[in-house]
């Protein structure tokens, strides 16, 4: 594996159902995670709703891919909408960050396949059985992980539809080792199960919960 991290992970690692068997998700406000990031990739799906809260900037990388971020600071490791509690100050925060601590890594012989990885350094992942289990006795994915795989899928289509988006080209491609097979994920897909009141879920993505924090974390879509 590749030692460069995704922006904010600190230790991805492919999820593994025998290696992490007995780990549980412990629900944990804040994006305590995110407050030196001073811009996300964002996808062209998401720029409705982002350039309402954060100018919409375009980087080149060396290699002149041009990609669309969101601009949280005006100097390197700041995040101006992180508070000092952990809060993001903003109506809608890039699905980037809201499927934290889970991401996808794609690869191997199949295009269509990919690797379901965590990042270990999260603080809510334990084997103390705190929060909710992973997998169940029987080693399947509980509804949880389901729920953050389907976010996940969700968010890594549409970025790789962005033009020019880098994510799905450099970000993380790694062997695939945990699967999720026969998946349909289109845009529709990238919309939360339940929207807020007052919300139009049709519009565009909606605010959903960061897959292992807040109030709900059963769930990936809802209020933070």
């Not at 809510?124 to 929060?131: H, Q, Y």
């Amino acid at each position: 594996m590749s030692s460069a991290q995704p922006i904010f992970y600190k230790n991805v690692v492919p999820l593994s159902k025998e290696q992490h068997s007995k780990l549980y998700m412990e629900s944990l406000e804040g994006f305590d995670f995110a407050n030196e990031t001073n811009s996300l990739y964002i996808a062209a799906v998401e720029f409705a709703q982002a350039a309402r809260e954060y100018p919409i900037v375009f980087g080149k990388d060396p290699q002149d891919v041009v990609f669309p971020v969101a601009l949280l600071g005006l100097r390197p490791n700041q995040n101006l909408y992180v508070d000092k509690e952990g809060k993001w100050n903003a109506s809608y925060i890039p699905a980037y960050a809201r499927r934290y601590p889970f991401i996808l890594a794609k690869g191997g012989a199949e295009e269509e396949q990919f690797t379901v990885c965590i990042d270990e350094g999260y603080k809510g992942f334990n084997t103390a059985k705190e929060g909710q289990a992973l997998f169940d006795k029987k080693g399947e994915q509980t509804d949880v992980l389901n729920q953050a795989v389907d976010f996940c899928s969700a968010t890594s289509v549409v970025m790789d539809s962005t033009p020019a988006s880098p994510v799905g080209r450099r970000e993380h491609r790694r062997d695939p080792e945990v699967q999720r097979e026969g998946n349909d994920v289109t845009q529709a897909a990238f919309q939360p199960p339940y929207a807020q009141d007052g919300d139009d879920a049709t519009s565009g993505p909606t605010l959903p919960t960061r897959v292992g924090g807040g109030t709900d974390v059963g769930g990936v879509g809802g209020q933070q």
